[in-house]
């Protein structure tokens, strides 16, 4: 087998490498629903960066890479990664804790690199958001206020099915229909809500994930979108302007 390595290297994933060399390359990994190995398989010809993947548990994760990126700083962690709940039960931080720092950016920001760079993690935070001001921010409760909007703009039910935040699991289904009820919804709302929106979506041949797409004449600096992409599937939703705009 070629060699394969994880980057940045942690603990809390597992490489199985089913690679071969070979003078063709289509090299791919992909992880197993809820596993936390990577399979990497196909012939390898070229140096190569595989990925992104989605992880299991991204707070165990990151847990793992800090202790990593810790160790080759010569900062030794002792102990297990684990998961625990911090604050007191009143929500209260304990005695024995110190907060080193506190930072906050306006909603816009994380809109905009949810929307500009299709970044996953921004939009499982703004769905936890959604769910937190109805009390503890989880999926769970995300999909309960994005369900709840739904009803208010008027999708059917049957025309929406909410996983997760950023689109990548394959238990999402969302008809074009129900993507098209949303986006005029917020096209005619007035309050700046359009405005907003739009300038958070990447622009053909301007920004974002449409900066190398769409960059005629006709559609460059007219189209506002976000992408999507699973294995498979591609998409796009957002706002273009006709030739008399």
């Given at each position: 087998?070629?060699?394969?390595?994880l980057?940045?290297?942690?603990?809390?994933?597992?490489?199985?490498?089913?690679?071969?060399?070979?003078?063709?390359?289509?090299?791919?990994?992909?992880?197993?629903?809820?596993?936390?190995?990577?399979?990497?398989?196909?012939?390898?010809?070229?140096e190569?960066?595989?990925?992104?993947?989605?992880?299991?548990?991204?707070?165990i994760?990151?847990?793992?890479?800090?202790?990593t990126?810790?160790?080759?700083?010569?900062?030794?962690?002792?102990?297990k990664?684990?998961?625990?709940?911090?604050?007191?039960?009143?929500?209260?931080?304990?005695g024995n804790?110190?907060?080193?720092?506190?930072?906050k950016?306006?909603?816009?920001?994380?809109?905009?690199r949810?929307?500009?760079?299709?970044?996953g993690?921004?939009?499982?935070?703004?769905?936890?958001?959604?769910?937190?001001?109805?009390?503890?921010?989880?999926?769970?409760?995300?999909?309960?206020?994005?369900?709840?909007?739904?009803?208010?703009?008027?999708?059917?039910a049957?025309?929406?099915?909410?996983?997760?935040?950023?689109?990548?699991?394959?238990?999402n289904?969302?008809s074009?229909?129900?993507?098209?009820?949303?986006?005029?919804?917020?096209?005619?709302?007035?309050?700046?809500?359009?405005?907003?929106?739009?300038?958070?979506?990447?622009?053909?041949?301007?920004?974002?994930?449409?900066?190398?797409?769409?960059?005629?004449?006709?559609?460059?600096?007219?189209?506002?979108?976000?992408?999507?992409y699973?294995?498979?599937?591609?998409?796009?939703?957002?706002?273009?302007?006709?030739?008399?705009?």
């Open positions: 087998p070629a060699e394969v390595s980057f940045p290297g942690n603990a809390a994933l597992q490489i199985v490498n089913k690679t071969v060399s070979g003078a063709k390359h289509t090299a791919t990994v992909t992880r197993p629903k809820d596993g936390n190995s990577l399979i990497a398989s196909g012939t390898v010809a070229k190569d960066l595989l990925g992104p993947v989605t992880v299991a548990d991204p707070g994760y990151f847990g793992h890479v800090l202790k990126v810790l160790a080759t700083e010569g900062i030794r962690v002792v102990g990664v684990v998961r625990e709940q911090v604050r007191n039960a009143d929500g209260s931080i304990p804790c110190h907060i080193v720092a506190v930072h950016a306006p909603l816009r920001d994380a809109l905009s949810a929307g500009k760079q299709s970044l993690m921004m939009a499982e935070g703004l769905i936890k958001a959604l769910g937190g001001r109805q009390g503890v921010g989880s999926w769970t409760s995300g999909r309960k206020a994005i369900e709840g909007y739904f009803s208010v703009v008027g999708v059917p049957d025309q929406a099915v909410i996983e997760d935040g950023s689109g990548l699991s394959r238990g289904r969302l074009p229909a129900a993507s098209t009820q949303v986006l005029h919804h917020i096209f005619v709302g007035g309050g700046g809500e359009f405005e907003l929106l739009r300038d958070c979506l990447s622009s053909a041949g301007g920004e974002g994930t449409l900066e190398k797409r769409m960059r005629g004449s006709d559609t460059k600096g007219r189209v506002f979108a976000k992408t999507g699973i294995k498979g599937v591609c998409t796009l939703a957002g706002y273009a302007h006709t030739a008399s705009d």
